[in-house]
């Protein structure tokens, strides 16, 4: 059984698995067709599993794909631990612009669901942090954009002064002054 948490932006969607423990290790499921339907009401099929690894302070994104190549994600930490970062880039959303920031690791195994329309990052917060999620789209290369991790005008606290990132998302554009994502 899965618990579906709500949170501020209408979509996403945080997923605590229950997870069955005794002596000799732990059990959980980490995904269910049916479930996942239930609590999300997603219509995409999942097409693609990703798993990446990272040194502490490594950080990631904020990534998304231009439709119709945008990605729905169902993400979560098998070991270590990340602060995970998720923009809402609808450009009809209320929420438009604004961030949500949580903590996923691998003890307390909780998922998230960032649905298309939506950009994402994440910053490890432990050597060898095992992150894996499933994607309802495949890579496309030619849609994929980034945004400006430290943009001064999200304001997203990474808790980390000068985090390890590669040269592709150091060069991320600016979310509003570049590009208006409302028309693309």
């Avoid at 945080?14 to 995904?31: K, S, V, Y």
């Avoid at 920031?101 to 939506?118: C, E, H, I, N, S």
């Amino acid at each position: 059984m899965i618990e579906r948490i709500t949170t501020p932006l209408a979509g996403l969607a945080l997923l605590r698995p229950r997870i069955f423990a005794d002596p000799r290790g732990h059990f959980l499921e980490t995904f269910s067709q049916r479930a996942f339907l239930e609590l999300t009401a997603s219509p995409d099929p999942f097409v693609q599993d990703n798993e990446s690894v990272s040194a502490r302070h490594v950080l990631r994104g904020l990534h998304f794909q231009l439709e119709p190549h945008a990605q729905g994600k169902l993400v979560h930490v098998i070991r270590g631990a990340v602060l995970d970062v998720v923009l809402d880039i609808r450009p009809t959303s209320a929420t438009y612009g604004q961030h949500y920031a949580v903590r996923l690791d691998g003890v307390t195994k909780d998922l998230l669901w960032v649905p298309p329309g939506f950009a994402h990052g994440f910053l490890a917060l432990e050597e060898d942090t095992v992150f894996a999620y499933k994607c309802t789209a495949y890579y496309h290369p030619a849609s994929e954009r980034t945004i400006l991790w430290n943009d001064p005008d999200l304001a997203i606290s990474w808790g980390v002064e000068l985090p390890v990132v590669s040269d592709k998302d150091q060069e991320g554009l600016p979310f509003r002054s570049h590009w208006d994502l409302r028309k693309a």
